[in-house]
């Protein structure tokens, strides 16, 4: 069949600009190398490095200086970790011999972050030492921290001094009638400050600190928790003036509020947002800003690929045992780091012809589509659909293919055998790709096969081992040629 054609290409849906994948690799590409050689192997601060490199954090610094309403101080922040986690705290000379234990079993781990379980900023003598420890003694490792802000003012000039080039703020709103609907209370000064009172200290000092870091040429990730009815049409907002002073990305991450988890939204039932809002809501803000939308909202304890844990390995007994060479590890890092550098360049060169040579095609009259991926890391379909804890959602349309977003799945195939037996589990990990009209996979079996089809979602296991952004091209071609994209299509599954 003839493919419809435009004579100019359609405005792509969202922040999409470059004519091709509007990721944030992408726009990486075109930084300036100082900035660059800063974050292409940071998996949080690249969306192509999560591919290759790993992160983990220690848990060392209990307390916090702020009260959220979606936290409760039993877990981990919830500012950069999923609600409900319990971490195992350690001393800072625990978190050193852990951090290098890591390093020599796990080379792709570039970057240790201190997220928790309370403000990393508010035990500054257990963070920096941490921080000051690992800086001499393992200077190949990049360091992170994460804080709500109160207290960074004072922290800044400790942290320049720690070779640490990538702070996160979570900065909720830059309103403090919105922020006391957020945040009950503060300590400040040996008292609690409540109410708007309270969120105009923490507001004046988040973005006292955000411009302190800007001045001292450290790159600065903002986290804002998207919660529905407080802070959703102002988040946009948030971004236009956080990237204004020079923050590097943006991560609108969705509230969770559980009942089970004592917060307060969870027992007042505040709901958080669909994927599809706060899709629209990083669309929103991705045209003054970059975007992260690969964030896993990690433990404080956590260790291994975005989206995978590998803390069991490296428990406190585990790490007593083993007997660390640092310098020869240091040695294997760099050749195992070199090695990954190389692969991406000559992956990312590739992408790039190919994409080209997609954009030099006629572009196509058809509707952009949403598709998952199993995917187990390097930018490859590699997954069975069975085995895959986490879908990867694509969008492709006439303006080119870009990462959206994860979605969770259970994991409910136990191996060949047994594959697709538990049809509950089936059955939710297929509501979970709701939106999707196609998922990739390296092989898929019969009855999951069946059941997505039910769903109105096309499996497709003819692109094992292919890159991810190729793949979901051809296969967009392929449902467009097929007429499943026009706007009649369109029009029907909206209707549906
Ligand atoms: Fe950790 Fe955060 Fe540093 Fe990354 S996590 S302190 S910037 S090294 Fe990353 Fe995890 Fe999302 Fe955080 S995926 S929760 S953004
Ligand atoms: Fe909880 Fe983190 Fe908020 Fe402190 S800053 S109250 S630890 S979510």
Redesign the pocket.
Known sequence: MELPVLNEAPEAKSGCSSGSCGSTDDQIGQLPDAIREKVQNHPCYSEDAHHYFARMHVAVAPA?????H????K???????RPGVVSELLTPDQAVKKTMAVAANIPQMTVLGIA????PL?NPERTFETFRQLSKDAPDIKLCVS??GLALPDAVEELSKHNIDHVTI?INTVDPEIGAKI?PWIFWNNRRIKGVKGAKILIEQQQKGLEMLIAKGILVKVNSVMIPGVNDQHLAEVSKIVKAKGAFLHNVMPLIAEAEHGTFYGVMGQRGPSAEELQELQDQCAGDMNMMRHCRQCRADAVGMLGEDRGDEFTLDKIEDMDIDYQAAMEKRKLVHDAIAEEMNTKRAEKTEHMEKLNNQPPLLTRPVLMAIASSGQGIINMHFGHAKEFLVYEASSAGVRFISHRKADQYCGGDTTCGETESVLMRTIRSLDGCEAVLCSKIGYEPWEQLEQAGIEPNGEHAMEPIEEAVMAVYREMAEAGKLDAEDSMQRANA
């Open positions: 916090c200086n702020i009260q959220c979606y936290c409760n101080r877990y981990d922040c919830a500012n950069e970790s928790g379980p309370g403000d508010a804080t709500n979570t945040y």
